[in-house]
């Protein structure tokens, strides 16, 4: 089998797609986070068929030795590799493994067990023994990061703060991927070494260039130990000595090199650093300092006038420092649909820019496959933060998303081709600034490649912006100005169409603005929302939301099958269950306007059998000051009365979630009905209530009642919560009261 690393192929071969699954087992205090138990790998062996269906070269897979021996290797349960390994050799898809990853080891051992690096060894020798065929080896990932991670910031087991513990744990890594690499190589002689690391780099005010300096060598020291190169007069062998580091550990990486066969970078967004001592600029949670100076710790995106160095600033830098072949091994952002898939491809543009200019970069690699949990925390607490990837968990089975086509197109030499890549990212863009922008001092090549990649891109919400729109119709109701808010935030040019500028009634105005536009996919948040006015006038009410509906999905199919999206209600259900009603649920309206949705969802699809049809129920938005919520609050906070229904139970949907899930739906390509609300089964009594509290307001004058003394016109199902059978992605609707609270300044 040739080498995916061999030199004198890295010309003709190229640039690999390879994948990695989020795999972290750490430890904090005495409770172990397992990634691959929290995302449902480890009982999913068809996810590997998914995998492969990416068209990916290689994984970086787990086997670690916290999960195969944590009672001892003479107690190792091999089922799961044994199983795993062999369908990946099977796909034809290369393994890269993994033996420790952010992990501290079984109990019996820490990273600052004295024979943690033979302990290491051992169990890396019996994984060589049991699968002789696997040739690509990590033992540890990132063992500078976990360091500090675990001895400098006390976060991980064992929870040092100091410089003894983090230079102990890094060495005690270093010197374990050295002696896990030798008994390896002592079984297969061939294998080789892929050894990762977060080369984060350290920015900072002309007064902390010391501090910034003193970092900026000391992310290296992963490959430099490794490499052999820490001797007196690296310009951190003082620093190694004077944390209590003997002169004879540090020689014994000199005289008993490892040097990786391939260098491993692991680039976020949030890696590189500002350090500013003007700490009046920043919330206090990023103040810190060195016992010399104080100063705040900020991620350099957010003040950096220049922009972020980003990517190919860090591989030109590895490859001028090692001349050794890389690979950028973790590419992962958490946020919006888009910005995923602008994130992978500057990195893929990076990459291949820097291999036409003689830069050995051999892989791209998707990370997180299955997305991550509990990062924002540091993995310092499970409360369940879910990060999609390639494939998102919150459906029943892992779902595909746009990020999956993308890599299936690089994987097989297609160039991305979708509208929103044009944009730059979040980290090009203004907005990125919540800090009072200060110069990083990047230098000039570093600079050159920020404004290369940054391109004025107009978000105006009008047909003259140079990139294809979103049309967005709906100009003057919450959900279409809540669209055009949250469209101009995420970097997505839009415009917001008026009744007057299209009468979606009429379909040759329809196909007129359609043909001149040329948008990329139609949103349709216009509709008669009055239900019950509905059923004084249902003629208007059947116009718009069925008439209306079903042309525009008729002229975007004409249109070449133009992605579109409208908006159903819970109230085509009559309330006759217990249990949240899910999409493939008959439906049975009981009012003039839940026939209106009905109608208009059959007549939508056999129109355009590709549109996206999102169900919702009972809106409520900081924007929009005649929503339930927002009117039960201002009641209430003025001593009036409140009524509200105490009979009737919902699933309330806070607007800004639905259009973040709306639109990431649409940018998955994801057709038919789909159930979007937030997760929760309340009344509107109750629901009033919740606001109440969470804004500390009185709810002395709020009267519960049965909803039939509610007089109201139009007849409602008493139960019309929305679950779904195809995912629920909206958060609950604790939190989404909590950020209405916070966005209004409650």
Request: hydrophobic content about 40%.
């Amino acid at each position: 089998m040739t080498s995916i690393f061999d030199s004198k192929l890295k010309t003709q071969l190229p640039l690999e797609v390879w994948g990695g699954v989020e795999c972290t087992v750490n430890r904090v205090g005495e409770e172990y986070f397992d990634q691959i138990e929290r995302n449902g790998h480890g009982t999913r062996l068809e996810d590997l068929e998914l995998f492969a269906q990416l068209g990916i070269q290689a994984i970086r897979y787990p086997l670690l030795w916290e999960r195969i021996a944590p009672n001892g290797l003479e107690n190792a349960d091999w089922s799961w590799a044994d199983v795993r390994l062999g369908r990946l050799r099977e796909l034809g898809i290369c393994p890269i493994v993994g033996l420790v990853h952010h992990g501290s080891g079984p109990r019996y051992t820490s990273l600052v067990d004295p024979a943690f690096p033979e302990k290491l060894a051992e169990f890396a020798r019996a994984v060589a023994e049991r699968y002789p065929w696997v040739k690509y080896y990590t033992p540890i990932n990132e063992p500078l990061t976990t360091a500090r991670f675990s001895g400098l910031y006390g976060h991980w087991y064992p929870h040092g703060r100091d410089d003894l513990t983090f230079g102990r744990a890094l060495l005690s890594e270093c010197r374990g991927v050295c002696l896990a690499m030798q008994a390896i190589r002592e079984v297969n002689p061939g294998a080789e070494l892929v050894q990762t690391e977060d080369l984060g780099k350290i920015y900072s005010t002309p007064k902390l260039t010391y501090q910034a300096e003193f970092e900026n060598e000391r992310r290296w020291l992963t490959f430099d130990l490794l490499c052999g190169r820490i001797s007196p007069n690296h310009p951190i062998w003082g620093y190694l000595r004077n944390c209590g580091i003997s002169e004879s550990e540090l020689e014994e990486f000199c005289q008993n090199p490892c040097p990786p066969d391939l260098i491993g970078i692991n680039h976020y967004l949030t890696s590189d650093r500002f350090l500013d001592e003007n700490l009046e600029n920043y919330p206090s949670w990023t103040h810190g300092g060195n016992g010399r100076d104080e100063y705040a710790d900020i991620e350099a995106v957010r003040v950096c006038a220049e922009g972020a160095a980003g990517p190919r600033s860090l591989l030109q830098e590895a490859w001028e420092r090692y001349q050794i072949p890389l690979a950028v091994t973790e590419v992962h952002l958490h946020c919006t649909r888009e910005e995923q898939l602008r994130w992978l491809c500057e990195v893929w543009n990076a990459a291949q820019e820097l291999r036409s200019q003689g830069v050995d970069v051999r892989a791209v690699t998707a990370w997180a496959l299955l997305g991550t949990y509990d990062w924002n925390s540091l993995l310092t607490r499970w409360v369940g933060h879910y990060e999609s990837g390639v494939f998102d968990l919150r459906s029943p089975q892992p779902r595909a998303t746009a990020i999956a086509k993308i890599i299936r197109d690089l994987a097989t030499g297609r160039n991305p081709d979708h509208p929103l890549l044009d944009i730059p990212g979040w980290w090009h863009r203004p907005e990125r600034l919540v800090y009072p922008a200060v110069s990083c001092g990047l230098d000039k090549r570093s600079i050159r490649e920020s404004e290369s990649i940054l391109s004025p891109a107009p978000l105006l919400p009008c047909s003259s912006a140079s990139h294809r729109p979103l049309a967005i119709i709906g100009a003057t109701g919450t959900l279409g100005k809540a669209f055009a808010r949250l469209c101009e935030v995420r970097g997505i040019p839009y415009r917001l169409l008026t009744r007057q500028e299209m009468d979606i009634a009429h379909p040759v105005t329809v196909d007129a603005v359609l043909t001149e536009l040329q948008p990329w996919a139609v949103i349709n948040a216009a509709g008669y929302v009055r239900v019950d006015d509905a059923e004084r006038e249902p003629g208007n009410c059947l116009r718009v939301n069925t008439v209306g509906a079903e042309i525009l999905a008729t002229v975007c199919a004409q249109h070449n099958n133009l992605p579109f999206v409208t908006f159903s209600s819970d109230l085509v259900f009559n309330g006759a269950v217990t249990q949240p009603y899910v999409e493939t649920d008959a439906i049975s309206p009981l009012s003039v306007y839940g026939c209106s949705k009905a109608l208009a969802e059959k007549r939508v699809l056999q129109a355009c059998p590709t549109s996206l049809i999102i169900r919702t129920s009972a809106f409520f938005s900081p924007w929009d000051d005649y929503n339930f919520v927002s009117i039960a609050l201002r009641e209430l906070s003025a001593g009036e009365e409140f009524l509200a229904a105490q009979d009737t139970i919902i699933s309330p949907t806070y607007v800004p979630d639905l259009v973040h899930a709306s639109l990431d739906l649409l940018i998955d390509g994801e057709t038919g009905l789909w159930h979007s609300a937030n997760k929760c089964e309340i009344s509107w009594a109750n629901l009033a209530r919740l606001a109440a509290k969470q804004a500390g307001v009185s709810i002395k004058r709020l009267i519960a009642l049965p909803t039939r003394h509610l007089n109201l016109v139009a007849p409602r199902p008493t139960y019309s919560v929305l679950g779904s059978s195809r995912g629920e992605l909206m958060p609950g609707l604790e939190s989404a009261i909590s950020r209405y609270c916070e966005e209004c300044q409650i």
